[in-house]
Structures are given as C-alpha cells and as structure tokens.
C-alpha cells in the first residue's frame, strides 16, 4: 500500500526551496539563481533534476533565462488587470486610454498596428450579430510593457459601422475605439467577457517571448451598444505570467 505521506519529486522540492528563498528576498528580482551545476552539488542530483526544477520556476514566470548567462529572477512586475473599471465610461469617456485603470505610472507601448477590412470568420460573425462572410474591419495590435509584449489583441467592428472614421487607422485618437464608436451613436454600454486558459501556439509563443510550458490566458470581450446590438469583438491573448485578473465590484 502506497504511503499517503510521499514526498514530490526531487525537483519539485528544489524548486519549493528556490520559490521560498525568493519569497524571502534571498534572491530579488534581477538576481541570478544558482545554476544547474550548483544544484547538482548542493541536492546530489542529476543535471536533468537540476533543469527541471529551474524549469518549473520560469513556467511559473517567477525567473527567466538568459542566453549564456543563466536563469534569473523574473524583474518584470505583473499588470494588474482591474476588468470592471477599466471599462468604464469615465476612462474611455474622458479621452483616457481603458489601460490607465491598470498601468497608470508605467511605459505602455502599442506595436505592429495593422489595420484591414477581412470577411468574418464564422465565430466573429455569430459574435458581432453578422452573417459568415460579411465585411469587418479588423484592427491587430500588440500590446508591450516595460519592454516586454504581454497581449495579442485583435479587434473586430462591422465595416459598415466605422467607414471612414479614425477607427479604421492605427490611431484612433484619444479614447480609443470607444469613444469613436460613441462619435457614432453606438457607444458601449455593456461588455461582456469569456476567459480561459490554454497553451498557446508556436505563433503566440514567439510573439509574446513565453518560455515553455507557459500558459496564457484568452480573453474574449464582446462590447454592445444601448439597442443591444454588438459593436466589437476584442480577441486577447495575454501571457499569463503577465497578469493578475482582479474583478471588484458590488454584491
């Protein structure tokens, strides 16, 4: 019969070890862990055990390695994402970016703006109330924080809706797609969003420089307007290290 008190894996114990040094301020953000050779003569353990439980921590997005310098405490602090405000009227409204609900003191960077008119894919269109095929303008963006991409967005608006309008340039001008959308008489009142994990593919992968083994999270907001009829569907992708999803609201 098994014992109920086995113990994980050795390299999950050198990694519980490493995790509350870290906690502790042993190592701070920036610092070098010890490498795979330091483990293997302070735990008596093979390289790959030694790999492993460095694996684990950069999977975790609590360290990073660093080419031909060895893994470090990951300095990159996480956004906190407040879903509730961020999407308030008072930000887009008032010209504010929705992402000064979350980062208001730090570099935000907006790279790769491509914007287009694509027919919509079958999903997209049963998001947006519209027929497969039908014309949508499509805005693809990444998002980069303190120099390190941490959202694929991709934004859908029926083309006949925004035709001619800033929403269909890389600038959108203060406020953003919402408050060009109200321009129109089609401003959000309501959102609602669909959140889960997965792993991503090689593209996600590269695209937001996630080690291995790191999942991210995808974020599907769907805006509507006052007669309830769909006015974008915002696909993300977020690196899930990146993040901290906070939803504050009332009971």
């Not at 889960?196 to 992968?205: C, F, L």
């Amino acid at each position: 019969m098994a014992s109920q008190d086995k113990q994980p894996p050795k390299y999950q114990r050198i990694a519980d070890g490493l995790k509350r040094a870290i906690a502790a301020g042993e190592y701070g953000p920036g610092d070098r862990l010890p490498g795979e050779n330091e483990l293997m003569a302070q735990h008596g353990v093979a390289r790959m055990t030694a790999r492993q439980a460095l694996g684990v921590l950069r999977s975790e997005g609590l360290a990073e390695a660093r080419k031909g310098a060895g893994v470090y405490v990951r300095a990159f602090q996480p956004i906190r994402r407040r879903g509730v405000p961020r999407l308030a009227h008072e930000h887009w409204g008032a010209g504010r970016s929705v992402w000064s609900a979350d980062v208001p003191d730090r570099e935000l960077v907006v790279e790769g703006v491509a914007v287009g008119e694509e027919p919509a894919a079958e999903d997209v269109a049963a998001g947006l109330g519209a027929e497969p095929g039908d014309p949508v303008c499509v805005r693809r963006r990444t998002f980069v924080l303190d120099g390190k991409p941490v959202m694929l967005a991709t934004s859908y608006l029926p083309a006949a809706l925004v035709a001619g309008t800033r929403i269909t340039r890389p600038d959108t001008g203060p406020g953003g797609v919402y408050a060009r959308l109200a321009e129109l008489g089609a401003a959000p009142v309501r959102f609602r969003e669909e959140v889960r994990s997965r792993m991503p593919t090689r593209e996600e992968a590269e695209r937001l420089r996630v080690p291995a083994g790191t999942p991210v999270i995808r974020i599907t907001r769907t805006a509507l307007a006052e007669n309830g009829h769909p006015v974008e569907v915002n696909e993300m992708t977020l690196d899930s290290s990146a993040y901290v999803l906070e939803y504050d609201f009332d009971a």
